[in-house]
């Protein structure tokens, strides 16, 4: 079944607009607000954490034992994919990039500065930096957004799915240092061994040597965050040139997504081996 949802997710993210109307945080956010509000939980950061991602977690573990023995388990498929949706990140990247391409392909530098401010949260020095910076945040979010998720969903089911999220939205939207941090380490943990995966899947399906040389020396590190090593073994497996503006810039994120989606199939084909093997 977890694999049919994986499908399925598929369908509703290119062909419906059911991922917008599912993804409401509000009442989420307001639970959030409201524990960070009260000074014994902000005292005790980890346990205002486990609070707010352990208590949804029971709720819907509640609801998934309740449906399993209804209509043979088929009542927990439309549960097991809106929380998967549900989990997927926020936004459309590609819409979010898509001023930030036209700026940098007509060869704007200040349009590009202000466009990457305003919708990507990005600042840099110089045009080299700034296009480094994107390309960052673009394979960055595409792993956050659906790797991260369909990984532990593969892996550990619902639950797992909806947990990395709940810790990605603490670190995104907390705002006591304490909690933030908290949720950072936590996620750094979720993030350790699925980064490392889509890693290696880089290499398989880009440049496979220089993949093998940027993640030697990084592949057991605990210290280097997943955004650093996500990128840097991207840009090794799509050959990623010196950062330059025009046409030749725009195209360098175009080899990144490209490369971002020879992974997402290599991934769906695991899966689907993995699911008739067992």
Same mark, same amino acid.
């Given at each position: ?7 399925? @997710?598929?369908?509703?993210? *290119? ?18 607000? $409201? $524990?960070?509000? *009260? ?13 707010? @991602? ?29 929380? @998967? ?9 590609? #819409?979010?990039?898509?001023?930030? /391409?036209?700026?940098? &392909?007509?060869?704007? #530098? ?5 466009? =990457? ?15 480094? +910076? ?11 957004? %659906?790797?991260?998720?369909? %990984? ?12 990395? &999220?709940?810790?990605?939205? $603490? ?12 949720? =950072?380490?936590? &996620?750094?943990? %979720? ?16 440049? %496979?040597?220089?993949?093998? /040389? $940027? ?18 073994? =991207? ?9 330059? !503006?025009?046409? =030749?810039?725009?195209? +360098? ?24 093997? !067992?």
């Amino acid at each position: 079944m977890n694999f049919l949802v994986l499908l399925l @997710v598929l369908w509703v993210e *290119k062909f419906s607009a059911w991922r917008n109307r599912i993804q409401n945080d509000g009442h989420w956010l307001r639970f959030l607000a $409201t $524990t960070e509000s *009260k000074p014994r939980w902000a005292e005790r950061p980890w346990l205002a954490l486990a609070l707010l @991602v352990l208590l949804p977690l029971l709720g819907l573990g509640l609801i998934l034992q309740l449906l399993e023995p209804v209509a043979y388990g088929w009542l927990v498929l439309p549960v097991h994919l809106l929380v @998967v949706i549900y989990s997927l990140g926020r936004g459309d990247l590609l #819409a979010a990039l898509g001023p930030f /391409r036209d700026s940098w &392909r007509r060869g704007d #530098a200040e349009a590009a500065y202000l466009v =990457a401010r305003r919708d990507l949260a990005l600042e840099a020095d110089d045009e080299g930096t700034l296009l480094h +910076s994107v390309q960052g945040y673009l394979v960055w979010q595409a792993y956050q957004s %659906f790797f991260a998720v369909i %990984f532990w969903y593969a892996l550990l089911g619902p639950l797992a799915a909806l947990a990395y &999220r709940l810790i990605a939205l $603490t670190c995104e939207h907390a705002t006591a240092p304490a909690l933030r941090e908290a949720a =950072a380490q936590v &996620r750094h943990g %979720f993030d350790w061994l699925p980064v490392r995966v889509l890693a290696a899947s880089f290499a398989l399906v880009g440049n %496979f040597a220089g993949v093998s /040389r $940027t993640l030697l020396h990084e592949l057991l590190s605990w210290d280097i965050s997943a955004a650093q090593l996500v990128t840097n073994t =991207a840009r090794a497996a799509g050959e990623i040139p010196e950062p330059v !503006i025009g046409e =030749a810039g725009v195209s +360098s994120l175009d080899g990144l997504w490209q490369l971002l989606v020879r992974a997402a199939v290599f991934w769906y084909a695991g899966f689907a081996v993995w699911t008739l093997l !067992i």
